[in-house]
T-cell receptor
């Protein structure tokens, strides 16, 4: 079993829909990261959080430390949101090494 | 806005050849990471530098991979000899210090024939 599990693996939505991507992890962590990867390969860091909730524009990330679970929400989705969204955790004992999930491929159709 | 630079962006090589990738982190970032990402999977850390020192290379296949950051600024990742299974995206990232937000470069896509 992977230390970081994401669901769903693939997600197709219509423009304007509310989207949720989930991430579960099995180890103690110092922080959880949400990353966005576009088809060209470049990765952008969206959020780093260790508790509660963060919001940036139409993106919201939440984390429940007790349940070892995080969600990334996109409100009013747009075709330009189409990308792979990756969850990564920084372990308590491994310093800053990140363990990555396999990603969720999101496609938003106009 | 400062960015992490990588070159080349694409590399096609034959197996048993040597390849090298270059990364220039954001100025002032002491921590530099090399990741390998196989298609359809998340990135995997190969090596982490703090300034010029390697702090984690536990996942680096040291029989064929080497990495250096001689002056604590830019870095080179080398594969010799390349194998078919090395085909992947090689990503470089940097951060001011460990355990904070990492900034990723555009990656080098390697295809070994």
């Amino acid at each position: 079993k992977n230390e970081v599990e994401q669901s769903p693996q693939n997600l197709t939505a219509q423009e304007g829909e509310f989207i949720t991507i989930n991430c579960s992890y099995s180890v103690g962590i110092s922080a959880l990261h949400w990353l966005q990867q576009h088809p060209g390969g470049g990765i952008v860091s969206l959020f780093m959080l260790s508790s509660g909730k963060k919001k940036h524009g139409r993106l919201i990330a939440t984390i429940n430390i007790q349940e070892k679970h995080s969600s990334l929400h996109i409100t009013a989705s747009h075709p330009r949101d189409s990308a792979v969204y990756i969850c990564a955790v920084g372990g308590e004992t491994s310093g800053s090494r990140l363990t990555f999930g396999e990603g969720t491929q999101l496609t938003v159709n106009p | 806005e400062a960015e992490v630079a990588q070159s080349p962006r694409y590399k096609i090589t034959e197996k048993s050849q040597a390849v090298a990738f270059w990364c220039d982190p954001i100025s002032g970032h002491a921590t530099l990471y090399w990741y390998r990402q196989i298609l359809g999977q998340g990135p995997e850390l190969l090596v982490q530098f703090q300034d010029e020192s390697v702090v984690d290379d536990s996942q680096l296949p040291k029989d064929r991979f080497s990495a250096e950051r001689l002056k604590g600024v830019d870095s080179t990742l080398k594969i010799q000899p390349a194998e078919l299974g090395d085909s992947a995206m090689y990503l470089c990232a940097s951060s001011l210090v460990p355990s904070v937000t990492q900034y990723f470069g555009p990656g080098t896509r390697l295809l070994v024939l």
